[in-house]
């Protein structure tokens, strides 16, 4: 079962905790767990599973794992029955014989992220948004916690108008077009939807590949992930010289002593 199953790594390296999400998240450790900066964990999904990842920042959980988030809440509970409060930074997949994936930031952003599919046949891209919209977001869109930007709103969430929402006349493509907000946000990341018709350049195909969920990283930072008990790594040629081995090893490392692994 395992074989045919996709394997997800989800990845922090960001500076402080975060507590992703998952629906639905019955493969996932009931849809919501803690990652401390530099921690990682393994899952695996099965085919025909159609989901959403996003991150929450600022929680504080009580042993009986309730309590409020400051980002991407889902309720006041740890594990995830419902999608996440916006603003957030959300990958989205569905897995079937071809994979579709992607990173919206049609609701929001709170987090830098990234999917990179490993070892899959087809196109492959990277998907995800690694700029920090926090330090750049727009006065009107920003979320601010005792004078700093934890999150940037998007303008639909905002404004509530049709046009920025793509609804109404202009819930089509034809008539949704980039607005200002949405130019900025693609600006800054252009492998994410900024929009919800911003398909051609957001959306991704992958045929048989594990995937990379990472936070607050780079989308040329290469990464592992282990299948059939073997560790994969994207930019797997980087290892031929020196520093790449040793970074590989500790990679191995990481993952050996931090990883929980459910099968």
């Given at each position: 079962m395992c074989e045919s199953a996709r394997v997800f790594t989800i990845v922090n390296n960001c500076k402080e905790t975060v507590w992703p999400g998952v629906t639905p998240g019955e493969?996932?450790?009931?849809?919501?767990?803690?990652?401390?900066?530099?921690?990682?964990v393994v899952f695996t999904a099965p085919v025909?599973?159609?989901?959403?990842?996003?991150?929450?920042?600022?929680?504080?959980?009580?042993?009986?794992?309730?309590?409020?988030?400051q980002t991407g809440a889902c309720g006041d509970t740890l594990k995830c029955g419902a999608s996440g409060k916006t603003p957030a930074s959300l990958a989205e997949f569905t897995l079937a014989t071809l994979d579709f994936y992607d990173v919206s930031l049609v609701d929001g952003f709170n987090l830098p992220m990234a999917?990179?599919?490993?070892?899959?046949?087809?196109?492959?891209?990277?998907?995800?948004?690694?700029?920090?919209?926090?330090?750049?977001?727009?006065?009107?869109?920003?979320?601010?916690?005792?004078?700093k930007v934890i999150a940037c709103r998007s303008a639909c969430d905002v404004f509530n108008?049709?046009?920025?929402?793509?609804?109404?006349?202009?819930?089509n493509p034809v008539t949704c077009q980039p607005t200002f907000?949405?130019?900025?946000?693609k600006e800054a990341c252009p492998t994410a939807y900024?929009?919800?018709?911003?398909?051609?350049t957001s959306i991704f195909t992958c045929t048989g590949t594990d995937y990379v969920v990472s936070f607050c990283s780079s989308r040329k930072q290469p990464v592992c992930t282990y299948h059939n008990k073997?560790?994969?790594?994207?930019?797997?040629?980087?290892?031929?010289?020196?520093?790449?081995?040793?970074?590989?090893?500790?990679?191995?490392?990481?993952?050996?002593?931090?990883l929980w692994t459910i099968c």
């Open positions: 493969n996932f450790n009931g849809g919501g767990f803690a990652l401390k900066p530099g921690q990682s025909g599973w159609s989901g959403r990842i996003w991150g929450r920042t600022g929680c504080n959980f009580d042993n009986s794992g309730k309590g409020p988030c999917v990179t599919p490993i070892n899959g046949k087809g196109n492959c891209s990277i998907a995800g948004c690694d700029s920090d919209l926090r330090t750049t977001c727009p006065s009107e869109l920003a979320v601010k916690s005792n004078g108008t049709d046009d920025y929402c793509c609804r109404g006349l202009y819930g907000y949405s130019k900025k946000f900024s929009y919800a018709y911003d398909d051609p073997k560790l994969v790594c994207s930019e797997s040629k980087g290892f031929k010289s020196l520093p790449g081995r040793l970074w590989a090893l500790m990679i191995v490392a990481m993952l050996m002593v931090k």
